[in-house]
């Protein structure tokens, strides 16, 4: 079974660009978080999707977004790019609703450097 | 924000050492305790899991404990290999529904052959 896949793996952005990055969750797998991971804050959650919907939000700015297709596949956005979005950004899969809190699967995570 | 408090931030054990890492969380709503493993260039790997409803759980080497009531879970690796050696997260809940983590800052663990 394969595991969650994050492409790119890496990507190099300049300053006030802005970037889109995928998750394609565990097959069977119908919710998906993400998170940003540095090495000051650690790892912080962005947002959790499930069915389409938005079900947890973190504490990022408006900048980053994303979504989640129907076939559970997931994208992030963000948008005005800073230096300080410089992170490595994980996916996570779990099963899903009405199930909660079983094993969130991640992946590799794609590292993201803005210059 | 809720937050979880992880110590120690670096420990190096001698093979076949026991190691103990040790977490606070501080939302009384948190009812699910991951722990994850990180090696360089990887994803974080789920070892162990722990609820709310359970105080104990082992599997093979890797046990981890949970007080609810002083909102501790601790993490016990016995026999240390060096292929231990990683950065180990704990992890709790947002709350008491969703998949949301809040985790620790990680703990970087070194195993000496």
């Known amino acids: 079974k394969a595991g969650v896949t994050q492409t790119p793996r890496y990507l190099i952005k300049t300053r006030g660009q802005q970037v889109t990055l995928s998750c394609s969750p565990i097959?069977?797998?119908?919710?998906v978080s993400w998170y940003q991971q540095t090495p000051g804050q650690g790892l912080q959650f962005l947002f959790e999707y499930f069915s389409e919907t938005q079900r947890n939000k973190g504490n990022f700015p408006g900048r980053f977004s994303g979504r989640q297709f129907s076939n559970s596949r997931s994208e992030m956005n963000v948008s005005t790019l800073e230096l300080g979005d410089s992170a490595l950004y994980l996916c996570a899969s779990s099963l899903g609703y009405p199930r909660v809190n079983t094993e969130a699967f991640f992946g590799q995570g794609t590292r993201l450097t803005v210059v | 924000g809720e937050n979880v408090e992880q110590h120690p931030s670096t420990l190096s054990v001698q093979e076949g050492d026991s190691a103990v890492i040790k977490c606070t969380y501080s939302d009384s709503a948190s009812n699910y305790f991951p722990w994850y493993k990180q090696e360089l260039g990887k994803g974080p790997q789920l070892i162990i899991d722990?609820?709310?409803?359970?105080g104990e759980k082992k599997d093979q080497r890797i046990a981890v404990t949970l007080n609810k009531t002083a909102k501790h879970f601790s993490l016990h690796i016995t026999e240390t290999q060096p292929e231990d050696s990683a950065v180990y997260f704990c992890?709790?809940?947002?709350?008491?529904?969703?998949?949301?983590?809040?985790f620790g800052k990680g703990t970087s663990l070194l195993v000496t052959p």
């Open positions: 097959s069977g797998h119908r919710s």
């Open positions: 722990i609820r709310s409803n359970v």
């Open positions: 992890a709790a809940s947002m709350g008491n529904s969703g998949y949301a983590l809040n």
